[in-house]
């Protein structure tokens, strides 16, 4: 059984980057473009992990966050913000890992995931490939 990802991002570019690199190393991908669409996603499939951007439309990265710690049923999934600010910001600080978008994605996610999912199933599929 592989590890349930959710990918939320405006950018089909970014989305589409992300998701491959995932799906590549094993992991089911959903992906949604913004929060609303992330919060249905997650209310029909809880994923174990959250890769969101920041600036979307309709509901932010900010807002879902938000929901998502505010929620017994969901602050429990680590989350990895996306964004294209190059200094800290709160948000930071409520994300569990934070992927700088202009720097290379692949090295920043292949990081993160080694530090957030420490299962050594999980820790073997991350690092697959590489």
Do not use: W
Request: hydrophobic residues 40%; glycine residues 4%.
């Amino acid at each position: 059984m592989s590890l349930l990802v959710l990918v939320v991002d405006d950018s089909m570019l970014i989305r589409h980057t992300v998701c491959r690199f995932l799906e590549e190393r094993g992991y089911t991908v959903e992906s949604a473009t913004n929060g609303e669409d992330a919060l249905a996603s997650i209310r029909r499939s809880m994923p174990q992990l959250v890769i969101t951007d920041i600036e979307m439309p309709r509901m932010s990265g900010d807002e879902l966050i938000s929901q998502l710690k505010g929620s017994s049923e969901t602050s429990h999934i680590p989350i990895v913000i996306l964004t294209s600010c190059t200094r800290k910001t709160a948000v930071d600080a409520r994300a569990d890992f934070a992927i700088r978008k202009d720097i290379d994605i692949n090295d920043q996610l292949a990081k993160a995931l080694s530090n957030l999912l420490s299962s050594t199933t999980v820790s073997r599929s991350a690092t697959a490939g590489q």
